[in-house]
């Protein structure tokens, strides 16, 4: 009890650019991983209410590594 199971991947935080979507960043951080699973981490990762983020925004990507 108290210990988490082995994580297969790194989190990365970063701040969306302008025009950036999560689907962009998904692609980018995970390019060997399907995009719709990734956005679907960072949704509950973030705890956000849908997909949409704003420029500037702080995001928590679960990134390959």
Request: hydrophobic share 40%; glycine share 6%; proline share 6%.
């Given at each position: 009890?108290g ?6 991947s ?5 701040n969306v650019a302008?025009?950036?979507t ?6 980018r ?6 995009p719709r699973d990734?956005?679907t981490e960072?949704?509950?990762l ?10 500037g925004?702080s995001?928590s990507?679960?990134?390959e590594?």
């Amino acid at each position: 009890a108290g210990e988490s199971a082995p994580v297969s991947s790194s989190v990365v935080d970063v701040n969306v650019a302008a025009g950036e979507t999560l689907w962009d960043l998904a692609v980018r951080y995970a390019p060997d991983r399907d995009p719709r699973d990734v956005v679907t981490e960072m949704v509950e990762l973030n705890n956000l209410r849908s997909s949409v983020v704003q420029a500037g925004q702080s995001i928590s990507i679960p990134a390959e590594g």
